[in-house]
């Protein structure tokens, strides 16, 4: 048998047997044992479960379509019997046109196929000593308790090999695979047993059975309900001790036992929860001084000078600004941002500084911390050397290829599956694809602030107001504002409706592309999804912090866009209040949407399948059919789960300037968002394929490229869109002698000297109100930071030298900030190493006793032969050579 699997493996995918030939399952009845996990005969362990629906009572088909279904499946089901695999049928227990096939893979073929995959298998416990960490203590409080998910045993592994099984740790043959191993092996199998021909081209592989209907459903077992523990003595119940231990909501403050997790879901899921929990658990610290920052600047608003100013009624009641449209806008009183100042004190104020550059360094301490975690994650989860060993070929991959070319480091030939011209083709294509959708994006946006630019007009007819009404609700309900909170709103809409188009654009492309491996395929559409959702989610909060209010010109002759719209002016409380309220939407909006889309909708059709087949019947229902009525995890598996969390880190550390509390928003969320993921992965869904996975993937340089992006985009936020630098070069230079009157430095005359004098006898016909002017005044002012000189100067409404100098200062911070916190990152980058020298120890290890092991035994063992084998020559020679009287 073992010889036959070896000739049948990967390149022919089985053969395709007459009709007269085709080996059929075993049909058994299910015998009222709902926990059991094993075939009929209570020995033979379900690995792994298909289910279809009757041929004969379907209904929805044409009779000749049903036949060539059926043909498909059985030489399938016979192509797997062929490989090794053993099948056993059985009838639905509430659906009799339902079929279950259950799939076992016996000794011999775990073996085989443990080999061609290069699967890491125990050699013996691992001696090394490891030392109690010093906050050992205290993190005990927080774990599971180990009475009831006991430690899991280290061993020294190394690529199974079947002609040194007698080297590997094998206690008892049943339990040498776990059951995430062999529904591994066995799933490595169902996508590369052929099930047709056609026109020479084989047609192979569960998902294209999955994807024409011919099966319902493909998925290994959960070994227990999530609610109780298991009337079968042979179950462990690992998923209620999930449930109970990790997804319940009572262990939100607990440690995640990720060991157990890798165990049940395998690495792909551990190193997700893994790297979740510890971005978390940074987020702590991040949050922490976050508000701090926040607070410091609660308790220092009563003391800005400037806000105080905008409320005095002798100085902000005493300034008219300008209006900020043409025509139906009117003149209006500074004293109607004092709230909005107020706000803005709290936001803008030297805290904000501190947090921007603490953020710059921090986020480079979770990188380099992380790497050092992974780097022990893949030392015991036996994942170092995974992507050179284990990585198996796409069979999508292997189906096409059908071009042959040289091998530059084997000098052999080997199938491709296309040309290198055909390769600079789909490369071409797909970039192109690529670029057209992001433009379609940033059309999108376009279309927003088009609506911004237009909406205004209209608000400003409905709320305008003249200078002196006293109606409280325009305090608060600004033009500015109102259009600032639709358009947000509007751009969630749309946002989300694009993410439904980009996912299934991105998965063409990648499909189009064809990858070689699922690592790589899964890089390619992470880079491409992260690419569309990065525009998609970051452009407007972009267009607002370094585009909005900073091209508008003057009163006197305003900036018009698309020569129709006057561009827009920030809110009165400035344009940093507007990117809070942009990202208070998008985040809460998406945080909200996502639950909804993640844990509500599968517990709704969960609930509505429960109960309906309650209703229907109350037999005793098998394991296999209590999952089959959960919901199937999608192709690309916590892909949108990366994505969510990727997401929210732009948006915590790209605008942290904006927005102290977002570390710790991001907090509370991501400590709902483990337990959520885990309760929905334990009781909503069918339990996944178990994956290796060495790290996060195309994740990882994304993040980095987030980081180094949030140093440039939080040092021109506090330039450009906060009013720090402005504040700093009057408190410094402007509010004494040679530019200003004050015998010391004050921020007192601040408000006046930086709003601009206009003439309101120099607005053109185009853009003078329509509101009448009341009072002997013959001037307005223009909006905040825009420094100009004043009508009747030699050089009017021409910038000051106030102005000249806060661009120094601005640009030169930026300069300095960005080269600061750089200098400390690479330093940070240098001193923490990736790898702690302990782990590097242990790697070093298990090299050396893998040789020893399984080299020097070998070596011993030949050396015993040779030995005996020289005795035999030595007396074959002896008795040759003896005279023959003896």
Request: glycine share 4%; proline share 4%.
């Amino acid at each position: 048998l073992v010889l036959e699997l070896n000739q049948m493996i990967i390149p022919t995918y089985g053969t395709v047997p007459d009709q007269q030939n085709l080996h059929t399952p075993e049909w058994v009845d299910f015998d009222d044992k709902p926990d059991s996990l094993f075939f009929k005969d209570g020995q033979r362990r379900i690995d792994f479960v298909l289910v279809y629906e009757d041929e004969g009572k379907k209904m929805t088909h044409k009779r000749s379509d049903r036949k060539k279904q059926k043909r498909k499946r059985q030489v399938y089901e016979s192509n797997l019997i062929n490989n090794g695999l053993q099948l056993e049928a059985t009838r639905s227990v509430l659906d009799e046109k339902l079929i279950f096939v259950k799939v076992h893979a016996p000794w011999e073929v775990l073996c085989t196929y443990a080999e061609v995959m290069h699967i890491k298998l125990p050699l013996q416990h691992n001696d090394l000593k490891t030392r109690d960490s010093a906050f050992n203590w205290f993190s005990r409080l927080f774990r599971v308790d180990e009475n009831i998910i006991k430690p899991e045993q280290e061993f020294f592994t190394a690529p199974f090999q079947k002609e040194h099984l007698s080297n590997f740790y094998i206690q008892d043959k049943d339990t040498f695979f776990n059951p995430a191993t062999r529904s591994r092996i066995v799933h490595f199998i169902l996508s590369r047993v052929e099930y047709a021909t056609k026109n020479n081209v084989k047609k192979f592989g569960i998902n294209k059975l999955l994807d024409t209907g011919i099966y319902k459903a493909a998925f290994p077992l959960h070994d227990s309900s999530f609610r109780h523990l298991s009337m079968d003595p042979n179950c462990p119940s690992e998923r209620y001790l999930l449930y109970r231990e990790w997804a319940h909501p009572k262990n939100i403050f607990k440690l995640q036992p990720l060991d157990f997790i890798r165990k049940y879901y395998g690495e792909k899921i551990g190193i997700y929860f893994a790297w979740l929990g510890f971005y978390t658990n940074m987020l702590t610290v991040a949050a922490v001084v976050g508000v701090g920052c926040f607070l410091y600047g609660c308790l220092t608003k009563d003391n800005c000078t400037w806000s105080q100013e905008v409320c005095d009624p002798a100085i902000g009641g005493n300034i008219i600004m300008c209006p900020q449209c043409d025509k139906v806008c009117t003149y209006w009183n500074l004293t109607i941002t004092c709230e909005s100042s107020k706000k803005l004190c709290i936001f803008d104020s030297f805290g904000t500084l501190v947090f921007a550059v603490f953020m710059g360094i921090w986020v480079t301490f979770f990188l380099e911390f992380w790497k050092r975690r992974q780097a022990e994650l893949e030392y015991e989860w036996d994942t170092v050397e995974y992507l050179e060993q284990e990585e198996q070929v796409r069979p999508e991959y292997e189906a096409r290829c059908t071009h042959v070319v040289m091998n530059e480091i084997t000098q052999q030939e080997e199938y491709v599956p296309y040309t290198a011209c055909g390769k600079c083709i789909r490369m071409t294509f797909c970039t192109s694809a690529i670029f057209f959708w992001i433009l379609l994006i940033i059309a999108s946006v376009v279309g927003i602030i088009v609506y911004r630019l237009s909406v205004f007009l209209v608000f400003s007819a409905k709320l305008s107001q003249h200078i002196s009404g006293t109606e409280a609700i325009r305090k608060y309900l600004t033009p500015q504002t109102a259009t600032s909170v639709t358009a947000s709103l509007i751009s969630f809409v749309v946002i989300m409706i694009l993410n439904i188009i980009y996912e299934k654009v991105a998965i063409v492309i990648t499909d189009f592309e064809l990858p070689r491996t699922q690592t790589d395929y899964e890089n390619s559409l992470t880079t491409k999804m992260f690419l569309f959702q990065f525009v998609n989610y970051y452009s407007s909060c972009f267009y607002i912090a370094f585009f909005k209010g900073k091209f508008v010109g003057h009163p006197g002759s305003p900036v018009y866009w698309l020569g129709k719209y006057r561009n827009e002016e920030c809110d009165p409380g400035g344009c940093l209040l507007e990117l809070t309220t942009q990202l208070a939407i998008i985040v809460g909006g998406k945080a909200i949407w996502n639950n909804i889309q993640e844990v509500l909708l599968p517990l709704v059709k969960n609930l509505i399948g429960r109960y309906s087949a309650a209703a229907r019947s109350e037999k005793i229902v098998p394991r296999w059919e209590h999952d089959y009525h959960l919901q199937p995890i999608g192709k690309l598996g916590l892909f949108y789960e990366y994505l969510e969390m990727v997401i929210q880190f732009g948006f915590v550390t790209l605008f942290v300037a904006s927005f102290p509390l977002a570390p710790l928003l991001a907090l509370v969320n991501n400590m709902l968002e483990i337990r959520l993921d885990a309760w929905k992965l334990t009781t909503q869904f069918r339990r996944m394929v178990p994956q290796k996975a060495q790290d996060i993937g195309a994740w990882q340089p994304i993040l980095q490229g987030i980081a180094i992006l949030a140093v440039v985009t939080n040092a021109m936020i506090i330039a450009f869109t906060s009013d720090m630098i402005p504040r700093l070069v009057y408190y410094w230079s402007f509010s004494v002698p040679p530019y200003g009157s004050h015998s010391s430095h004050t921020m007192k005359g601040y408000i006046n000297s930086t709003l601009s004098v206009f003439n309101i006898s120099d607005f053109k016909n185009a853009s003078k109100p329509f509101s009448p002017w009341f009072g002997n005044q013959t001037t307005c002012r223009q909006v905040y930071r825009d420094l100009r000189y004043p009508p009747g100067h030699q050089h009017q409404y021409e910038h000051n030298i106030y102005y000249w100098h806060v661009i120094a200062a601005k640009l030169a911070f930026i300069i300095v900030m960005e080269h600061v916190i750089y200098f400390v990152k690479f330093i940070i980058s240098y001193i923490i190493p990736d790898v702690s020298q302990k782990t590097k120890s242990k790697v070093k290890r298990e090299k050396y006793l893998t040789q020893k092991l399984l080299h020097e035994n070998n070596l011993k063992g030949v050396t015993k032969n040779m030995g005996k084998i020289a005795d035999k020559i030595i007396k074959g020679a002896d008795s040759t050579f003896r005279p023959k009287d003896e």
